[in-house]
């Protein structure tokens, strides 16, 4: 199972920037999706998921400018990222619990990462 994620570069505050990321390989299901970022010398945070019924959640500081989504038939989530703010500068990555088989429990998979770039 791989987590390809893309879409990261540098972008002006203000500017608007998309995240995707796609589960590849063999799979029973994907479940809930979603993006952690980790910023010089923080913790990594969430920054949003999705579930498979497409309920959402946000952390406070993206709300109203990050906006997620996916596709179940693809196995795809996106990060929409408007009025990027230069404390937006991260690296973001891929988050997915899946199944690998339907028998197994569901686990938690990781992207590569990709970084963002917000300048001021």
């Known amino acids: 199972v791989q987590l390809q994620a893309s879409g990261g570069g540098l972008v002006q505050a203000g500017g608007s920037l998309s995240l995707s990321c796609a589960a590849s390989?063999?799979?029973?299901?994907?479940?809930?999706m979603g993006w952690y970022r980790q910023a010089p010398g923080k913790q990594r945070e969430l920054a949003a998921s999705i579930t498979r019924d497409s309920n959402t959640n946000y952390a406070d500081s993206v709300k109203g400018r990050f906006t997620i989504s996916r596709d179940n038939a693809k196995n795809t989530v996106i990060l929409q990222m408007n009025g990027v703010k230069p404390e937006d500068t991260a690296v973001y990555y891929c988050?997915?619990?899946?199944?690998?088989?339907?028998?197994?429990?569901?686990?938690?998979?990781w992207g590569q990462g990709t970084l963002v770039t917000v300048s001021s």
């Open positions: 988050n997915a619990d899946l199944r690998p088989y339907y028998y197994s429990s569901i686990t938690d998979y």
């Open positions: 390989g063999s799979f029973f299901r994907v479940y809930t």
